[in-house]
Protein backbone atom coordinates (compact mmCIF):
# COMPACT_ATOMS: atom_id res chain seq x y z
CA UNK A 1 0.00 0.00 0.00
CA UNK A 2 0.85 3.57 -0.51
CA UNK A 3 0.67 6.59 1.64
CA UNK A 4 -1.73 9.30 -0.26
CA UNK A 5 -2.56 12.73 0.80
CA UNK A 6 -5.18 15.13 -1.17
CA UNK A 7 -3.31 17.33 -3.69
CA UNK A 8 -5.13 20.25 -2.42
CA UNK A 9 -4.41 20.33 0.80
CA UNK A 10 -0.97 20.01 -0.16
CA UNK A 11 -0.90 23.11 -2.62
CA UNK A 12 -3.52 25.03 0.06
CA UNK A 13 -0.85 24.68 2.54
CA UNK A 14 1.94 26.12 0.23
CA UNK A 15 -0.33 28.98 -0.60
CA UNK A 16 -1.08 29.81 2.97
CA UNK A 17 2.45 29.43 4.23
CA UNK A 18 3.38 31.83 1.38
CA UNK A 19 0.21 34.59 2.18
CA UNK A 20 2.14 34.38 5.84
CA UNK A 21 5.00 35.05 4.82
CA UNK A 22 3.98 37.93 2.47
CA UNK A 23 1.84 39.09 5.07
CA UNK A 24 4.76 39.47 7.69
CA UNK A 25 6.59 41.00 5.42
CA UNK A 26 4.70 43.64 4.61
CA UNK A 27 3.71 44.43 7.96
CA UNK A 28 7.51 44.47 8.67
CA UNK A 29 8.00 46.93 6.25
CA UNK A 30 5.28 49.49 7.17
CA UNK A 31 5.44 48.82 10.80
CA UNK A 32 5.30 52.81 12.23
CA UNK A 33 8.30 52.31 14.87
CA UNK A 34 7.75 55.07 17.97
CA UNK A 35 11.53 55.82 17.63
CA UNK A 36 11.88 59.45 17.18
CA UNK A 37 13.47 60.53 13.37
CA UNK A 38 12.33 57.32 12.17
CA UNK A 39 10.98 57.03 8.95
CA UNK A 40 7.68 54.73 8.07
CA UNK A 41 7.06 53.33 5.09
CA UNK A 42 3.72 51.61 3.08
CA UNK A 43 0.39 53.11 4.10
CA UNK A 44 1.62 55.67 7.13
CA UNK A 45 1.37 59.17 5.89
CA UNK A 46 4.21 61.29 7.46
CA UNK A 47 2.33 64.55 7.20
CA UNK A 48 -0.87 65.09 8.90
CA UNK A 49 -2.47 67.42 6.58
CA UNK A 50 -5.59 65.30 5.70
CA UNK A 51 -5.80 66.62 2.27
CA UNK A 52 -2.64 65.22 1.15
CA UNK A 53 -2.25 62.44 -0.89
CA UNK A 54 0.01 59.72 0.66
CA UNK A 55 -1.10 57.39 -1.60
CA UNK A 56 0.66 59.06 -4.74
CA UNK A 57 3.63 59.65 -2.41
CA UNK A 58 4.51 56.63 -0.93
CA UNK A 59 8.01 55.99 0.45
CA UNK A 60 9.72 52.61 -0.67
CA UNK A 61 12.14 52.59 2.05
CA UNK A 62 12.64 52.30 6.52
CA UNK A 63 15.67 54.91 7.52
CA UNK A 64 16.70 56.66 10.58
CA UNK A 65 17.55 60.40 10.46
CA UNK A 66 20.23 61.98 12.70
CA UNK A 67 21.03 65.10 13.89
CA UNK A 68 24.45 65.14 12.15
CA UNK A 69 25.62 68.90 13.82
CA UNK A 70 24.02 72.11 15.08
CA UNK A 71 25.80 75.44 14.98
CA UNK A 72 24.73 78.49 16.62
CA UNK A 73 23.31 80.58 13.59
CA UNK A 74 20.02 79.47 10.67
CA UNK A 75 21.49 77.97 8.67
CA UNK A 76 20.34 79.08 4.91
CA UNK A 77 22.87 77.03 2.24
CA UNK A 78 24.47 73.58 2.78
CA UNK A 79 26.93 72.11 0.26
CA UNK A 80 29.99 69.61 -0.89
CA UNK A 81 33.43 71.48 -1.52
CA UNK A 82 35.77 69.74 -3.94
CA UNK A 83 37.86 68.47 -1.43
CA UNK A 84 35.13 66.86 0.42
CA UNK A 85 34.55 69.33 3.16
CA UNK A 86 30.29 69.66 4.56
CA UNK A 87 29.67 73.58 4.02
CA UNK A 88 26.95 75.21 5.74
CA UNK A 89 26.57 79.08 6.12
CA UNK A 90 23.69 81.26 7.38
CA UNK A 91 23.11 83.56 9.71
CA UNK A 92 21.23 86.68 11.83
CA UNK A 93 21.22 89.42 9.89
CA UNK A 94 22.56 92.74 9.52
CA UNK A 95 20.50 93.57 13.21
CA UNK A 96 21.99 93.41 16.12
CA UNK A 97 20.66 90.15 17.50
CA UNK A 98 23.83 89.07 18.75
CA UNK A 99 23.52 85.77 16.27
CA UNK A 100 26.59 85.84 14.55
CA UNK A 101 27.11 85.79 10.17
CA UNK A 102 29.62 82.73 9.56
CA UNK A 103 30.54 80.07 7.04
CA UNK A 104 31.93 76.69 8.80
CA UNK A 105 33.30 73.91 7.41
CA UNK A 106 33.32 70.07 8.76
CA UNK A 107 34.66 66.82 8.06
CA UNK A 108 32.74 63.50 7.70
CA UNK A 109 34.34 60.34 9.17
CA UNK A 110 31.91 57.63 10.24
CA UNK A 111 29.36 59.39 10.44
CA UNK A 112 30.27 62.36 12.88
CA UNK A 113 30.82 66.02 11.39
CA UNK A 114 33.71 68.06 13.30
CA UNK A 115 34.08 71.28 12.60
CA UNK A 116 37.58 72.20 10.75
CA UNK A 117 37.19 75.95 10.46
CA UNK A 118 34.73 78.47 10.44
CA UNK A 119 34.48 82.61 9.04
CA UNK A 120 32.40 85.08 10.05
CA UNK A 121 31.03 87.10 7.43
CA UNK A 122 29.08 91.20 7.41
CA UNK A 123 25.89 89.29 6.32
CA UNK A 124 23.39 86.21 6.31
CA UNK A 125 24.45 83.91 3.65
CA UNK A 126 21.11 83.54 1.84
CA UNK A 127 22.08 81.34 -1.07
CA UNK A 128 25.81 79.89 -2.39
CA UNK A 129 26.95 77.39 -4.86
CA UNK A 130 30.65 75.17 -4.76
CA UNK A 131 32.85 75.64 -8.04
CA UNK A 132 32.66 71.91 -9.35
CA UNK A 133 36.80 71.08 -9.24
CA UNK A 134 38.30 74.03 -6.59
CA UNK A 135 38.08 74.98 -2.95
CA UNK A 136 35.90 77.98 -3.87
CA UNK A 137 32.59 78.79 -2.88
CA UNK A 138 30.32 81.65 -4.13
CA UNK A 139 28.20 83.35 -1.56
CA UNK A 140 25.44 85.03 -1.55
CA UNK A 141 25.23 88.17 0.99
CA UNK A 142 22.72 90.80 0.65
CA UNK A 143 23.13 92.03 -3.29
CA UNK A 144 26.08 91.06 -3.44
CA UNK A 145 28.37 88.06 -4.60
CA UNK A 146 31.23 86.89 -2.90
CA UNK A 147 34.03 84.36 -3.64
CA UNK A 148 35.54 82.46 -0.58
CA UNK A 149 38.21 79.91 -1.17
CA UNK A 150 38.47 77.10 1.63
CA UNK A 151 42.00 75.50 0.58
CA UNK A 152 44.64 75.22 2.47
CA UNK A 153 47.12 77.07 0.59
CA UNK A 154 46.94 79.73 -1.79
CA UNK A 155 46.28 77.42 -5.21
CA UNK A 156 42.30 78.59 -5.12
CA UNK A 157 43.55 82.08 -4.99
CA UNK A 158 46.75 81.85 -7.84
CA UNK A 159 44.39 79.61 -10.17
CA UNK A 160 41.41 81.30 -9.76
CA UNK A 161 41.48 84.98 -9.35
CA UNK A 162 44.66 85.62 -10.71
CA UNK A 163 42.94 84.31 -14.19
CA UNK A 164 44.68 80.88 -14.29
CA UNK A 165 43.33 77.83 -15.81
CA UNK A 166 41.96 76.21 -12.41
CA UNK A 167 44.67 73.37 -12.55
CA UNK A 168 47.13 72.74 -9.95
CA UNK A 169 46.69 72.62 -6.48
CA UNK A 170 42.68 73.16 -7.01
CA UNK A 171 42.51 70.01 -9.59
CA UNK A 172 40.91 66.87 -9.83
CA UNK A 173 43.97 65.62 -8.39
CA UNK A 174 44.50 67.69 -5.20
CA UNK A 175 40.37 66.76 -4.76
CA UNK A 176 41.00 63.05 -4.31
CA UNK A 177 44.31 63.40 -2.44
CA UNK A 178 42.55 65.50 0.61
CA UNK A 179 39.22 63.12 0.14
CA UNK A 180 40.89 60.38 0.67
CA UNK A 181 42.97 62.27 3.80
CA UNK A 182 39.87 63.55 5.21
CA UNK A 183 38.08 59.95 5.34
CA UNK A 184 40.87 58.27 6.86
CA UNK A 185 41.79 60.23 9.55
CA UNK A 186 40.37 64.10 9.46
CA UNK A 187 42.53 65.56 12.54
CA UNK A 188 45.53 64.89 9.93
CA UNK A 189 44.28 66.37 6.73
CA UNK A 190 45.25 69.43 5.37
CA UNK A 191 43.09 72.08 7.34
CA UNK A 192 41.51 74.41 4.79
CA UNK A 193 41.31 78.53 5.61
CA UNK A 194 38.28 80.43 4.36
CA UNK A 195 39.40 83.59 2.97
CA UNK A 196 37.64 86.00 0.66
CA UNK A 197 38.80 86.57 -2.62
CA UNK A 198 36.43 89.24 -4.51
CA UNK A 199 33.17 90.95 -4.40
CA UNK A 200 30.34 92.12 -7.09
CA UNK A 201 27.32 93.40 -6.61
CA UNK A 202 24.25 91.36 -8.40
CA UNK A 203 21.67 93.24 -8.09
CA UNK A 204 20.17 96.49 -8.42
CA UNK A 205 16.78 96.60 -6.95
CA UNK A 206 17.33 99.57 -4.44
CA UNK A 207 18.65 99.59 -0.74
CA UNK A 208 21.30 97.54 -1.64
CA UNK A 209 19.52 94.85 -3.59
CA UNK A 210 19.05 90.99 -2.97
CA UNK A 211 20.44 88.24 -4.70
CA UNK A 212 18.12 85.20 -4.20
CA UNK A 213 20.22 82.50 -6.10
CA UNK A 214 24.04 81.78 -7.57
CA UNK A 215 25.00 78.83 -9.34
CA UNK A 216 28.18 77.89 -11.36
CA UNK A 217 27.99 75.94 -14.33
CA UNK A 218 29.50 72.19 -14.90
CA UNK A 219 32.54 72.92 -15.93
CA UNK A 220 33.14 76.09 -12.96
CA UNK A 221 33.66 78.83 -16.26
CA UNK A 222 30.69 80.85 -15.55
CA UNK A 223 28.21 81.99 -12.65
CA UNK A 224 24.95 83.19 -12.72
CA UNK A 225 22.68 84.89 -10.41
CA UNK A 226 19.66 86.20 -10.07
CA UNK A 227 17.46 88.38 -7.39
CA UNK A 228 14.98 91.11 -6.54
CA UNK A 229 15.05 92.77 -9.87
CA UNK A 230 14.46 90.23 -12.10
CA UNK A 231 17.82 89.88 -14.09
CA UNK A 232 19.57 86.76 -15.19
CA UNK A 233 23.27 87.93 -14.88
CA UNK A 234 25.47 85.41 -16.43
CA UNK A 235 29.37 86.16 -15.20
CA UNK A 236 32.99 84.70 -16.19
CA UNK A 237 34.74 82.85 -13.16
CA UNK A 238 37.14 83.85 -11.88
CA UNK A 239 37.29 87.23 -13.09
CA UNK A 240 33.78 88.08 -12.21
CA UNK A 241 33.26 90.34 -15.35
CA UNK A 242 29.60 90.30 -16.58
CA UNK A 243 28.70 88.40 -19.58
CA UNK A 244 25.12 88.83 -20.57
CA UNK A 245 22.28 90.57 -18.43
CA UNK A 246 19.01 88.67 -19.12
CA UNK A 247 16.06 90.28 -19.02
CA UNK A 248 13.44 88.63 -16.96
CA UNK A 249 10.08 89.49 -17.16
CA UNK A 250 8.20 87.94 -14.86
CA UNK A 251 5.30 89.33 -13.24
CA UNK A 252 6.85 88.97 -10.09
CA UNK A 253 9.54 91.03 -10.78
CA UNK A 254 12.32 88.35 -8.99
CA UNK A 255 14.64 85.15 -9.58
CA UNK A 256 13.83 82.44 -7.25
CA UNK A 257 16.13 80.04 -8.75
CA UNK A 258 18.29 78.68 -12.21
CA UNK A 259 20.04 76.47 -13.22
CA UNK A 260 22.97 75.65 -16.15
CA UNK A 261 22.03 72.58 -18.48
CA UNK A 262 24.97 69.93 -18.27
CA UNK A 263 26.60 71.85 -21.54
CA UNK A 264 26.02 75.00 -20.63
CA UNK A 265 24.30 76.16 -23.76
CA UNK A 266 20.81 76.82 -22.04
CA UNK A 267 20.18 78.16 -18.83
CA UNK A 268 16.40 77.77 -16.75
CA UNK A 269 15.39 80.30 -15.08
CA UNK A 270 11.89 80.84 -12.24
CA UNK A 271 10.43 83.47 -10.63
CA UNK A 272 7.52 81.95 -8.68
CA UNK A 273 5.21 82.65 -11.62
CA UNK A 274 3.04 80.32 -14.33
CA UNK A 275 6.18 80.35 -16.42
CA UNK A 276 9.85 79.07 -16.59
CA UNK A 277 12.49 80.51 -19.01
CA UNK A 278 14.76 78.88 -20.90
CA UNK A 279 17.79 80.79 -22.07
CA UNK A 280 20.77 80.38 -24.34
CA UNK A 281 23.81 81.11 -23.04
CA UNK A 282 25.90 82.22 -25.57
CA UNK A 283 23.49 85.68 -26.57
CA UNK A 284 20.49 85.90 -23.90
CA UNK A 285 18.33 85.17 -25.96
CA UNK A 286 14.97 83.24 -24.87
CA UNK A 287 14.37 80.00 -26.21
CA UNK A 288 11.37 78.89 -24.99
CA UNK A 289 8.32 79.28 -22.41
CA UNK A 290 7.48 76.27 -19.60
CA UNK A 291 4.23 75.74 -18.07
CA UNK A 292 2.51 73.24 -16.54
CA UNK A 293 -1.34 72.41 -15.59
CA UNK A 294 -2.07 68.87 -13.31
CA UNK A 295 -4.88 68.43 -16.30
CA UNK A 296 -5.53 71.28 -18.75
CA UNK A 297 -9.34 70.18 -19.21
CA UNK A 298 -10.47 70.44 -15.76
CA UNK A 299 -8.08 72.82 -14.10
CA UNK A 300 -7.37 76.31 -15.75
CA UNK A 301 -5.28 77.96 -12.69
CA UNK A 302 -1.48 76.95 -14.07
CA UNK A 303 0.94 75.97 -11.10
CA UNK A 304 3.77 78.01 -10.38
CA UNK A 305 7.38 77.52 -10.62
CA UNK A 306 9.36 77.39 -7.97
CA UNK A 307 12.57 75.57 -8.12
CA UNK A 308 14.60 74.13 -11.07
CA UNK A 309 17.51 71.72 -11.82
CA UNK A 310 19.16 69.99 -14.86
CA UNK A 311 20.56 66.49 -14.43
CA UNK A 312 21.97 64.07 -17.12
CA UNK A 313 19.94 60.63 -17.02
CA UNK A 314 20.34 57.45 -19.10
CA UNK A 315 23.05 60.07 -20.72
CA UNK A 316 19.82 62.35 -22.05
CA UNK A 317 19.32 65.84 -20.38
CA UNK A 318 16.50 66.34 -18.21
CA UNK A 319 15.20 69.62 -16.22
CA UNK A 320 13.68 69.10 -12.73
CA UNK A 321 11.00 71.73 -11.52
CA UNK A 322 8.85 71.99 -8.75
CA UNK A 323 5.86 73.12 -8.74
CA UNK A 324 3.13 75.18 -6.42
CA UNK A 325 -0.72 75.68 -7.00
CA UNK A 326 -1.49 79.35 -7.30
CA UNK A 327 -3.63 79.00 -4.09
CA UNK A 328 -1.12 77.38 -1.76
CA UNK A 329 -2.47 74.48 0.90
CA UNK A 330 -6.04 73.63 -0.95
CA UNK A 331 -4.24 71.06 -3.87
CA UNK A 332 -0.93 69.71 -3.99
CA UNK A 333 2.60 70.49 -5.13
CA UNK A 334 4.60 68.41 -7.82
CA UNK A 335 7.62 67.53 -8.95
CA UNK A 336 7.64 67.13 -12.77
CA UNK A 337 10.67 66.12 -15.01
CA UNK A 338 10.79 67.52 -18.79
CA UNK A 339 12.99 66.24 -21.96
CA UNK A 340 15.77 68.88 -22.82
CA UNK A 341 15.41 67.89 -25.64
CA UNK A 342 11.94 68.75 -26.84
CA UNK A 343 10.75 70.54 -23.35
CA UNK A 344 7.81 67.85 -22.89
CA UNK A 345 6.87 66.51 -19.50
CA UNK A 346 8.40 63.37 -19.00
CA UNK A 347 7.03 62.16 -15.22
CA UNK A 348 5.34 63.66 -12.41
CA UNK A 349 4.54 63.51 -8.84
CA UNK A 350 2.23 64.40 -6.38
CA UNK A 351 3.50 65.90 -3.25
CA UNK A 352 1.83 67.04 0.15
CA UNK A 353 0.03 70.56 -0.03
CA UNK A 354 2.46 72.31 2.06
CA UNK A 355 4.74 74.78 0.11
CA UNK A 356 8.03 73.61 -1.44
CA UNK A 357 10.99 75.97 -0.83
CA UNK A 358 14.05 73.52 -1.53
CA UNK A 359 15.63 71.41 -4.22
CA UNK A 360 18.74 69.20 -4.65
CA UNK A 361 20.07 66.74 -7.75
CA UNK A 362 22.89 64.25 -6.66
CA UNK A 363 26.25 64.54 -8.65
CA UNK A 364 25.86 61.67 -9.99
CA UNK A 365 22.11 62.46 -11.15
CA UNK A 366 21.01 59.53 -9.85
CA UNK A 367 18.80 61.24 -7.16
CA UNK A 368 16.55 64.52 -6.80
CA UNK A 369 15.17 65.97 -3.26
CA UNK A 370 12.54 68.28 -2.14
CA UNK A 371 12.01 70.04 1.08
CA UNK A 372 8.88 71.75 2.15
CA UNK A 373 8.29 74.82 4.30
CA UNK A 374 6.97 71.87 6.89
CA UNK A 375 10.43 70.24 7.42
CA UNK A 376 9.69 67.19 5.31
CA UNK A 377 12.42 66.00 2.58
CA UNK A 378 11.43 63.92 -0.01
CA UNK A 379 13.83 62.15 -2.48
CA UNK A 380 12.69 60.09 -5.46
CA UNK A 381 14.90 58.39 -8.68
CA UNK A 382 15.60 60.50 -11.06
CA UNK A 383 15.14 57.92 -13.58
CA UNK A 384 11.18 57.90 -13.41
CA UNK A 385 10.96 60.34 -10.42
CA UNK A 386 10.13 56.64 -8.66
CA UNK A 387 9.45 57.86 -4.80
CA UNK A 388 12.70 56.47 -2.39
CA UNK A 389 12.41 58.24 0.99
CA UNK A 390 10.24 60.63 3.15
CA UNK A 391 11.25 61.91 6.23
CA UNK A 392 10.18 64.88 8.65
CA UNK A 393 13.97 66.06 8.86
CA UNK A 394 13.16 69.65 11.03
CA UNK A 395 10.99 71.73 12.73
CA UNK A 396 10.72 74.58 10.28
CA UNK A 397 11.18 75.04 7.03
CA UNK A 398 14.40 73.73 4.78
CA UNK A 399 16.57 76.34 3.73
CA UNK A 400 18.62 74.00 1.58
CA UNK A 401 19.81 70.43 0.72
CA UNK A 402 22.76 68.51 -1.04
CA UNK A 403 23.92 64.89 -1.08
CA UNK A 404 27.01 62.93 0.33
CA UNK A 405 28.66 59.74 -0.78
CA UNK A 406 30.04 57.60 2.05
CA UNK A 407 33.16 56.01 2.16
CA UNK A 408 31.48 52.58 1.31
CA UNK A 409 29.26 53.89 -1.85
CA UNK A 410 26.25 54.65 0.28
CA UNK A 411 24.47 57.42 -0.67
CA UNK A 412 22.46 60.39 2.10
CA UNK A 413 20.68 63.44 1.36
CA UNK A 414 21.60 66.59 3.93
CA UNK A 415 19.18 69.05 4.86
CA UNK A 416 19.29 72.71 6.62
CA UNK A 417 16.90 74.79 8.28
CA UNK A 418 16.84 78.04 10.12
CA UNK A 419 16.38 75.42 12.94
CA UNK A 420 20.52 75.68 13.14
CA UNK A 421 20.30 71.73 12.60
CA UNK A 422 22.40 69.97 9.62
CA UNK A 423 20.23 66.13 8.93
CA UNK A 424 21.68 63.48 7.17
CA UNK A 425 18.88 60.88 6.01
CA UNK A 426 20.03 57.52 4.68
CA UNK A 427 19.16 56.74 0.87
CA UNK A 428 18.93 52.79 1.15
CA UNK A 429 17.00 50.32 -1.21
CA UNK A 430 14.17 48.82 -0.15
CA UNK A 431 15.00 46.00 2.02
CA UNK A 432 13.27 42.43 1.79
CA UNK A 433 12.01 43.49 -1.79
CA UNK A 434 13.88 40.48 -3.21
CA UNK A 435 12.18 37.89 -0.73
CA UNK A 436 9.13 39.37 -1.55
CA UNK A 437 9.45 39.18 -5.35
CA UNK A 438 10.48 35.96 -4.74
CA UNK A 439 7.53 34.62 -2.58
CA UNK A 440 5.47 36.15 -5.06
CA UNK A 441 6.65 33.84 -7.70
CA UNK A 442 6.75 31.19 -5.68
CA UNK A 443 2.53 31.74 -4.68
CA UNK A 444 2.08 31.92 -8.49
CA UNK A 445 3.22 28.74 -9.12
CA UNK A 446 1.56 27.38 -6.52
CA UNK A 447 -2.11 28.30 -7.88
CA UNK A 448 -1.03 27.17 -11.03
CA UNK A 449 -0.13 24.08 -10.01
CA UNK A 450 -3.41 24.00 -8.57
CA UNK A 451 -5.24 24.74 -11.37
CA UNK A 452 -2.94 21.89 -13.86
CA UNK A 453 -2.77 19.06 -11.15
CA UNK A 454 -6.05 19.63 -8.98
CA UNK A 455 -9.21 17.78 -8.67
CA UNK A 456 -10.63 18.92 -11.92
CA UNK A 457 -7.67 18.12 -14.27
CA UNK A 458 -7.79 14.43 -14.88
CA UNK A 459 -7.56 13.71 -11.06
CA UNK A 460 -10.92 13.00 -9.42
CA UNK A 461 -9.19 11.65 -6.62
CA UNK A 462 -7.05 14.63 -6.32
CA UNK A 463 -5.33 12.49 -3.99
CA UNK A 464 -0.88 12.40 -4.39
CA UNK A 465 0.29 9.06 -4.27
CA UNK A 466 3.68 9.53 -2.27
Not at 402 to 422: E, I, K, P
Request: glycine share 12%; with cysteine.
Amino acid sequence: TSNALPLTRVLQGVSYTLIHKLTHLHLHHTHARSKSGELTIGSLNTNNNTNSQPTSHTPTTTTMKENLLAVDFPIFAVGVSAAGFLVVAGGGGQSRTGVPNAIELFSLADGKAKSVCRSTVSGAVMNMSLHPRLDVVAAGIDGTLTLFSLSSDDSNGAAGVGGGSGGGGGGRGHRSKLHRSISANASTGPQPVISPLGVQNTDFSGEGGLQNVVRFSRDGSRLATGGADGRVRIWSYPSLRLQICIGNDTKSGEVDDLDFDPLGARLVSVGGTAQAHVWRTVDGVKECELSWFPNKMLDSAPYLFKNCRFALVEKQSRLFTTLVPTQAGRKPCYVVSWSADNWQELHRVPLDNNPVCAMAVSADSQFVATGNTEGLVSVFSTTDLRPLIKVRAHGLFVTGLTFWTHASGANSVLSVSADRYCVMTPIVERSGSRDIILLFGAFFVAIVLLVLFGPSAGNPTGRLEV
